[in-house]
């Protein structure tokens, strides 16, 4: 899961590979499914921008929740910013 997140990265940013948002959030999803927080917090803000994916708050924000509920700081932020500026929740 880990190097599945790192391979996400490295397709989202362009290092070492052509940059490619579709490839980056295949990569994140595998690591995701299998609980990686990074790779949950990083495929939530592609669901967030619509970067590679159709643009989903919900589904960023569900992201963000499982990232942030293993203590991932950013995700926490990034929810925290959702649901004050009303994005994805009610």
């Known amino acids: 899961a ?3 997140s790192w391979l996400g990265l490295m397709y989202s940013l362009g290092h070492g590979v052509t940059q490619n ?3 980056a959030c295949r990569w ?3 690591a995701a499914e299998q609980g990686e ?3 949950q917090y990083r495929l939530g803000m592609m669901y967030e921008k619509g970067c590679g994916v159709e643009q989903d708050y919900a589904e960023a924000l ?3 929740r499982l990232a942030a509920d293993q203590g ?3 995700a926490q932020l990034n929810l ?4 004050g500026e009303d994005r ?3």
Not at 80 to 83: D, F, K, L, P, T
């Open 72 to 74: 991932n700081a950013l």
């Open 88 to 90: 994805g929740v009610e």
């Open 21 to 23: 948002d579709v490839e």
């Open 80 to 83: 925290g910013a959702m649901y």
């Open 62 to 64: 569900r992201l963000f």
């Open 28 to 30: 994140y999803r595998l």
């Open 2 to 4: 880990d190097a599945q």
């Open 37 to 39: 927080p990074w790779a």
